[in-house]
């Protein structure tokens, strides 16, 4: 355990559905993360919250949509998504944002089918 | 080019021997360096980090760093067959530069009893 907690840890929904994917960080970091990671390719970075604000959105499709309530706490809500989104989706959290140490949840698993 | 490489393997190595995993990188100002392990299915975890030219030891790995190559290492001592998973190497930028974590695709090491 890394003190960075993700539910669910399998997900399965059709292009129609909303589910949304939880993160929770035990660690009192300041910035947290979202990944997604497809196989054969590097991990991608998503979205970037440094003290609850976004500070960086890497040209992610709306589709997903990022919330974060507190700094423990890290959503992905997700609509409408395509088969290609099927991937593992990771959140991490580090000490502030541009932190150097890294530290990750379990992951979810989606499929969309 | 992509910004950090790594072979993506499989990589093969006899229970006892050295393993040897290459990376290299694209961003010259590149402060931060780190290697991650990971098991299938699970999530990335980290397991060394180095921040200037030369070796790092830690128990049975070794990270090495060569600025002036943009190249960085990692050797495991003596390997056993818990160390068979896919490492991924990382690069972190200095300040003014791509300070974002950008990862490889990853090496996949398998340890044969």
């Known amino acids: 355990e890394t003190g960075v907690t993700q539910t669910p840890r399998h997900l399965v929904m059709g292009m129609t559905n909303k589910k949304s994917l939880k993160c929770e960080q035990h660690?009192?970091?300041?910035?947290m993360y979202w990944y997604k990671q497809s196989a054969k390719k590097p991990l991608e970075l998503m979205f970037v919250y440094n003290f609850k604000e976004q500070t960086e959105n890497n040209s992610v499709p709306s589709r997903f949509s990022p919330e974060c309530p507190n700094s423990s706490h890290l959503f992905l809500h997700l609509h409408t998504l395509q088969p290609e989104d099927s991937a593992l989706y990771l959140c991490?959290?580090?000490?502030?944002?541009?932190?150097?140490?890294?530290?990750f949840g379990q992951g979810t698993r989606l499929t969309v089918v | 080019q992509k910004e950090v490489e790594q072979n993506s393997g499989p990589l093969s190595v006899p229970e006892g021997a050295i393993a040897s995993l290459n990376c290299t990188y694209s961003?010259?100002?590149?402060?931060?360096f780190f290697w991650y392990r990971q098991y299938s299915g699970k999530s990335p975890e980290l397991i060394m980090s180095?921040?200037?030219?030369g070796d790092k030891e830690d128990g049975r790995f070794t990270a090495q760093l060569n600025k002036a190559s943009q190249y960085v290492s990692l050797l495991i001592r003596d390997s056993q067959p818990s160390d068979s998973a896919t490492y991924l190497c990382a690069v972190k930028g200095g300040p003014g530069g791509n300070e974002k974590l950008t990862f490889g695709t990853g090496t996949r090491l398998t340890i044969i009893p």
């Open positions: 991490a959290s580090s000490q502030e944002w541009l932190g150097t140490e890294a530290f």
């Open positions: 961003d010259r100002g590149s402060q931060s």
């Open positions: 660690l009192g970091h300041n910035a």
């Open positions: 180095i921040y200037s030219n």
